[in-house]
């Protein structure tokens, strides 16, 4: 397949842009979205501020008389903003649709991230004041206190949940996930809900703060239920029930480049999914080898009401696995999710710039647009020759609706952070040339991460706005 290269790009047709009446509803769209982030950020003050007013309000404030008892106070704030901030968490990563649809789930999970060492260091407060001031009030020394609190059974395994979640925040640091399977990973991080259930008693105990017949007692447990029921619901309850009603089984597997498959499957109702171009799911194939784990893909076409595709590229022992996967291997699917599609657009042209195995949901968003002649320009990226995956299906996609696209193929430059090939840079191709409507565009990116950060950074440079930059990460 001959493509002109990105430094011919410069030539072509004037592109149309989107009737004014399509840009306003892309707008009002956005302006929706971010009022919802902006509710959410609200909501989770809230939740954290209210956790404090009503403590304070029922007599928190009125017991600290004196030093210790101001220690326990600061130590019972701790508590329980940690305690909120991991309620919060949770919430985070249950997959909610509203959240999802509003900033998508790499937003929310690193929201949730972020909010991790906060809510241990605090938790970690709540221990130490709380300890100290209790000691002070006994007069007992800080290594007495313990001794007495370690063999109250309630604050023994409260200790325990402690203890889980000091694991949970160590194996997500950096360095420590790194080395460590994404199963074992995940498997560890699932000991919070374990942590958080365990301090439970404890709080009904020794804490006195949910003392029956409380409005804070009817607030913790209001926001427990939340917290559990949403896992409960969208990570349970949600993809049994989508599993068995469309009965995915894989119908082909189809080899696209070395290393690289097509996942073919049938299924009853796959357009009740509702996916949209550019989303991903969650997969799990229910065969010897890969049952025990599951693995976000995005969906390389949008699903008809009989077939679905992904496109997978084997970078570890489980994605290396599907490729053995048999026909008739049953599937189960958690999604679809993500904001990588026409329905995040602000701009009245598309802009898209695709790098090896990303190329998967640029395709499938593709298929999902309304484009005029002359509205999308697509550059697709590949080291080497053999990086043409989907190539052809995107070329046919753009021309069939008056896009154009072009080629760069061919190593990035040594000691030089850029996303282009060598050549193309020596050549002097830049952003704008490729894109000379970029400031009217959506640029969708998808590809490795460090080669997207610079694709971004160029954009940023010449002053795209950030609501017309979308991005679709692989690593998260
Ligand atoms: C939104 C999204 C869409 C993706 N779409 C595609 C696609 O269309 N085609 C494709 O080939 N690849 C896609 N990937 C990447 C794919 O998920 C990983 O390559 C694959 O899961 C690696 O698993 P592994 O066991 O082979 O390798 P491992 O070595 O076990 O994992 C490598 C890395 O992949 C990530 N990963 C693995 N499992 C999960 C999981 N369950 N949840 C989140 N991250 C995980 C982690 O960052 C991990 O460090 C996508 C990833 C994301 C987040």
Redesign the pocket.
């Known amino acids: 397949m001959a493509l002109p290269s990105a430094s011919s790009a410069l030539s072509r047709r004037p592109p149309q842009s989107a009737p004014t009446l399509e840009l306003s509803v892309r707008r009002s769209r956005l302006r929706r979205r971010m009022r919802a982030a902006d509710l959410l950020i609200v909501a989770c003050s809230t939740s954290v501020a209210l956790a404090v007013a009503l403590y304070l309000a029922s007599g928190g404030a009125a017991q600290v008389v004196d030093g210790p008892s101001a220690l326990n106070a600061v130590g019972i704030v701790a508590g329980l903003v940690g305690t909120d901030l991991i309620l919060v968490m949770l919430v985070l990563a249950a997959r909610v649709p509203l959240i999802d649809r509003t900033v998508g ?2 937003v929310a999970i690193r929201f949730h991230r972020r909010l991790g060492k906060p809510a241990l260091y605090l938790i970690l407060g709540h221990l130490l004041f709380l300890s100290v001031g209790w000691a002070l009030q006994d007069g007992h020394t800080l290594v007495d206190e313990t001794v007495v609190l370690f063999t109250t059974p309630d604050m023994a395994i409260a200790y325990l949940g402690l203890g889980l979640l000091v694991v949970v925040v160590v194996s997500s640091i950096v360095i420590v ?2 080395r460590l ?3 074992a ?2 498997a560890i991080h699932l000991l919070t809900y374990v942590a958080v259930l365990v301090a439970v008693p404890h709080q009904l105990s020794v804490g006195g703060v949910l003392t029956e017949g409380s409005a804070e007692r009817v607030y913790w447990i209001a926001l427990y239920v939340l917290a559990f029921g949403a896992v409960a619901w969208f990570r349970f309850a949600v993809p049994i029930a989508l599993t068995l009603r469309h009965r995915m089984r894989v119908s082909s597997v189809e080899t696209v480049a070395p290393g ?1 498959i097509s996942l073919h499957f049938t299924g009853r109702s796959l357009d009740r999914l509702r996916a949209r171009g550019g989303q ?1 799911a ?1 997969w799990r194939f229910w065969s010897a080898g890969t049952w025990w ?8 076409a949008v699903p008809t009401a009989t077939t679905a595709r ?12 599907l490729a053995a996967l048999r026909p008739g291997t049953r599937v189960s699917i958690e999604g679809p ?2 904001i ?1 599609t026409d329905v995040a657009r602000t701009a009245s042209r598309l802009a898209m710039v695709a790098a090896g ?2 190329v ?2 640029a395709r499938a968003l593709l298929e999902n647009q309304r484009l005029r002649p002359g509205e999308t320009t697509v550059v697709l990226r590949g080291a080497d020759d053999t990086a043409r995956y989907l190539w052809t299906e995107i070329v046919e996609l753009t021309r069939s609706n008056g896009g154009a696209v072009y080629s760069m193929i061919g190593p990035r430059p040594h000691g030089q952070d850029s996303w282009m090939s060598g050549a193309d840079l020596q050549r002097g191709v830049t952003i704008t040339s490729v894109f000379p409507h970029l400031l009217e565009s959506d640029l969708f990116v998808c590809g490795p991460a460090v080669w997207s950060d610079a694709v971004i950074r160029d954009a940023r440079a010449v002053g795209l706005p950030e609501e017309q930059i979308h991005i ?5």
């Open positions: 789930q790499d996930r790194r399977p994404y199963e990973w995940h690289v991903f969650i784990h599951a693995h976000p893909i995005s969906f390389s992904i496109t997978v590229r084997a970078l570890g022992a489980g994605s290396a696995r999710y993500g990588f195995i990303g998967t949901p679709e990460r692989f690593d998260w």
